[in-house]
């Protein structure tokens, strides 16, 4: 049971080149986030999705966007990298309930030059 | 927009002291969670307490909460170098799922 997984741990981008960030996890959850972690600022809510065909749009949106195409995945696409996007990207998941936590991955940290 | 805000910001004790953490938000919730993350990794849930619950303790942890002052508290009893870390309060407010993060609070723990 290896709860959230996070690909790439590590990741080098120039200016304007695009990539993708996978997110899976094994805990059958429907509630699926991604967050950005920047320091002094907390977690910031990039997008959300409540399940496998669903996502919408957190806190930070602009200049991400993201696919559920499976209930177990979730990925998180930069389609043309800035350097104000160089963070640490975390995933998290949850039970379709309130009163259950959230899981978190380890991160992917994220170089914009 | 952070709905939590963890005070102090950073937190510097020598180990086998307690650690006191408060946590203050600004709209009517749920629940309240605690989570920690150590450097360099993802977020662990230590505590959710509910609003209609006032304390809840977990081994050397202690959270209180009051929703009449909204605010939350999070006590280590005699900690440890290894409760070095960072510790973030996250609340859900009305029919949303979306757990609204605080900045977090940096504990030091010195051996």
């Known amino acids: 049971n290896a709860g959230v997984t996070q690909t790439p741990k590590f990741r080098v981008l120039k200016t304007g080149q695009s990539m993708t960030l996978l997110c899976a996890q094994d805990?059958?959850?429907?509630?699926m986030y991604w967050y950005r972690q920047d320091p002094g600022m907390g977690l910031r809510l990039i997008h959300y999705s409540v399940g496998e065909g669903t996502t919408a749009k957190g806190e930070v949106p602009d200049g991400y966007n993201v696919s559920r195409l499976k209930k177990q995945n979730f990925l998180l696409g930069l389609e043309s990298a800035a350097p104000s996007q160089t963070s640490v990207y975390f995933c998290?998941?949850?039970?379709?309930?309130?009163?259950?936590?959230?899981?978190f991955g380890d991160g992917t940290r994220l170089s914009i030059l | 927009s952070q709905q939590g805000e963890e005070d102090p910001q950073a937190l510097s004790i020598q180990e086998g002291e307690n650690a006191t953490m408060n946590c203050s938000y600004k709209t009517s919730i749920n629940n309240l969670q605690w989570y920690r993350q150590n450097s360099g990794r993802g977020l662990v849930h230590l505590i959710l307490?509910?609003?209609?619950?006032r304390e809840k303790h977990s081994g050397r942890l202690r959270v209180t909460l009051d929703t009449s002052k909204k605010s939350s508290s999070l006590l280590i009893t005699a900690s440890r170098a290894a409760d070095t870390a960072s510790y973030f309060c996250a609340t859900d407010s009305g029919g949303s799922y979306i757990p609204t993060f605080g900045r977090g609070t940096s504990l030091i723990v010195h051996p």
């Open positions: 307490i509910r609003s209609n619950e």
């Open positions: 998290a998941s949850r039970l379709q309930w309130s009163y259950q936590p959230q899981h």
């Open positions: 805990m059958n959850h429907e509630y």
